[in-house]
């Protein structure tokens, strides 16, 4: 009897890891199957020597083009025999037999030298001088010589950094070059990322040792660690830090004595360091920028710039960057596509597509993976490389109606600029009703926050759909709506707010939001099956395009300027481009505030020359004013 049990809970035991085996998902073993890869290193102008890895098709019978990406992020796994599982763009483009190449950038990673975030482009370079565009060109210019069965043809992709790398290649490109996709690309550091108008991103805190602890040797592994915050409330975590200079002990990576003041204001992080004493868009910030050399971009690169209209961390640098090769380019092959994606979303396999608590529709990555992006490289690096790629000029998506637009210029032709009053009695009007000062109290100890979550995010993208009622209902948010709309209203382009303001102290900030208010008897909720507990459709505040202005930058970037207590000031403050309808049985509603919290750091509201070294004691709360000559300026879409 005993070894019949003992039988049958050997054969159950053996049946049940069978069934744990088959239910284990199974390893993708595609590239290991399909390519060889080599690493290298390659030596640069001056000498440096940068890490790269080369995925080659083991089909050899034809020659292939080259794909590459240039990252901060590493070109792990590294080692023989350790291969990615997925490479390139998207799974198409693996698939169908490309070379595939990354590289570590120059300080990062197994690559030598030391690393600079937003390494300033050298014009003119002299003998044995590298920037990023050259460390580009050298890489290229190997590739195509020592790389086997290659076409001849490059083109580069990347996301956020690796897309401004992808930005970089095109700047004096190799004539290799063939084909470039700047994707979520950085422009310019001080409105992309880390700062908006002069306002510092507080709520990318933990992201700043990423980018600012220093190496000089090649590492396989992490040399940075994040800051330990100890608390899953970041509004209540900053707001009893008090002034950003009391997050110098974050940056202090040789443990120091922190109880001793006089070591307190050290800083080991080279990035923190540049943005504490760098507050202002100065030759430091101005050197960082790419937008102004796209004049460099060759007519015989395509370039195709990829953004998502819900992206928290790039959407400047997209949009401008489309612009400038537009503005400055020689006649270039250049095109946009802009969907309903946060920060990256476009190259993930989901089939139903949010941002956040809303919903977009299905299979919108998977349409631009296959439809779009394939067919821009493939035209550009096997097919004819002319101008008839067969792709619209813009391809952008109505995150209102749900559904894709293509247009021969971005914005749209038909397009006419309205301005829409900030009314009293929290009107939002087409005619200008009267001249009155709206007043509210910015207090620094309660500062409006950005979402109601109770969360610590490593950077936030949620936020950028998120339902804004839990704003409206404070007094210390002005909000303006229409009634509700009897027909539908588009907005294509850029939207520039113009704002009448004063305040009682000598510094603040200016936050406009632009909100889709959906009808209140809306109330099924399936379509969006990932809705908070505590939201409903019903009345939903779509959050469709917000910004900040630091209202020292008003006049000027580089030469800051205080207030004048309780005078009438104009305050201008320019929105990201929308492509949004408005639907007939919905509401326009403009919400406008001064603090934003802990999106960005909290304004001492007394103007001191550096913010990041504000004390305690300047932080005042102030009444602030908007008058209702201010208004709202739309591009329209007729």
């Given amino acids: 009897m005993k070894k019949i049990i003992l039988f049958a809970l050997i054969s159950f035991l053996a049946f049940a890891a069978c069934k744990n085996k088959e239910s284990e998902p199974k390893k993708n073993t595609y590239v290991a199957d399909n390519y060889t890869k080599k690493e290298v290193d390659i030596i640069m102008r001056d000498g440096v020597k940068l890490h790269t890895t080369i995925y080659s098709p083991k089909d050899t019978s034809k ?32 698939k169908e037999g490309n070379i595939v190449v990354y590289q570590d950038v120059r300080g990062r990673w197994m690559s030598e030298g030391v690393y600079d975030n937003m390494r300033a482009y050298i014009p003119n370079k002299k003998e ?13 210019d190997w590739l195509v010589k020592n790389v086997a069965n290659n076409n001849g043809n490059v083109g580069t992709w990347g996301i956020s950094y690796p897309g401004h790398y992808a930005t970089v290649s095109t700047i004096e490109a190799h004539p290799a070059l063939k084909a470039a996709s700047p994707q979520a690309c ?28 220093y190496k000089d040797t090649p590492t396989d592994s992490a040399w ?10 970041q509004y209540q975590f900053f707001l009893d830090k008090g002034p950003l200079k009391n997050l110098n002990e974050y940056f202090q990576y040789d443990k120091l004595d922190v109880t001793n003041s006089a070591k307190k204001d050290k800083i080991d992080d080279f990035f923190w360091k540049e943005i504490v004493e760098h507050p202002n868009y100065d030759s430091v910030w101005q050197s960082k920028g790419i937008i102004q ?81 394939t067919k821009f490289f493939n035209h550009f690096l096997k097919g004819d490389a002319d101008k008839n790629s067969g792709l619209p000029e813009a391809y952008v998506f109505d995150s209102g109606k749900k559904e894709w637009k293509s247009y021969n210029t971005w914005p749209p032709e038909n397009t006419e600029t309205q301005n829409w ?25 309660r500062p409006v926050p950005y979402s109601e979550d109770i969360k610590t995010v490593f950077t936030p993208r949620k936020y950028m759909t998120d339902d804004q009622r839990f704003a409206a209902r404070r007094p210390d948010v002005l909000v303006f709506e229409t009634g509700i709309l009897t027909e539908n209203f588009t907005l294509a382009g850029d939207i520039l707010a113009k704002l009448k303001v004063a305040t009682t102290g000598t510094a603040a900030d200016w936050i406009v939001k632009v909100i889709d208010v959906h009808p209140a ?11 908070q507990d505590h939201l409903k459709m019903s009345n939903y505040h779509l959050m469709v395009r917000s910004e900040v202005l630091r209202g020292r930058f008003r006049n000027s970037f580089v030469n800051p300027e205080p207030f004048i207590p309780n005078k009438k000031t104009d305050v201008n403050i320019k929105l990201q481009d929308v492509f949004h309808t408005f639907k007939k049985g919905h509401k326009l509603q403009i919400q406008v505030q001064s603090t934003w919290f802990p999106l960005i750091d909290l304004n001492p509201q007394t103007y001191v020359d550096n913010i990041y070294k504000a004390d305690k004691k ?19 879409l007729k």
Avoid: C
């Fill in 618 to 636: 300047d932080f005042k709360t102030q009444t602030h004013t908007l008058f209702t000559d201010s208004f709202i300026e739309f591009s329209v």
């Fill in 63 to 94: 020659k292939h083009p080259i794909l590459m990406q240039r990252t901060p992020y590493s070109s792990a796994p590294y080692g023989e025999g350790k291969m990615k599982t997925k490479i390139g763009p998207n799974i198409h483009l693996m």
């Fill in 224 to 233: 940075y660690s994040f800051p330990k915050m100890k608390s899953q409330d």
């Fill in 293 to 373: 050399h796209l004049d460099k971009v060759p007519s015989s690169v395509a370039t195709m710039i990829v953004g998502g209209w819900f992206d928290a961390e790039d959407l400047y640098g997209p949009l401008e960057t489309y612009k400038a090769i537009e503005k400055q380019g020689k006649n270039n092959y250049n095109t946009m596509v802009f969907g309903p994606w946060d920060h990256g979303k476009w190259s993930r396999n989901t089939v139903k597509n949010y941002v956040g608590n809303y919903y977009f529709g299905d299979s919108i990555s998977l349409k631009f993976q296959s439809e779009i992006e």
């Fill in 128 to 140: 044995n001088e590298s920037d990023e565009v050259s460390d580009t060109y050298d890489t290229i």
């Fill in 186 to 213: 950085i422009g310019d550091f001080f409105f992309d990322d880390f700062h908006h108008n002069g306002a510092f991103l507080l709520s990318y805190f933990r992201a700043i040792s990423l980018f600012g602890t």
């Fill in 521 to 531: 008897e809306l109330s099924d909720d399936k379509e969006n099956d990932k809705l």
């Fill in 421 to 445: 009053y900030l009314s009293e009695d929290q009107n939002l009007t087409t005619n200008q009703k009267s001249t009155k000062g709206i007043n509210f109290i910015s207090d620094v100890k």
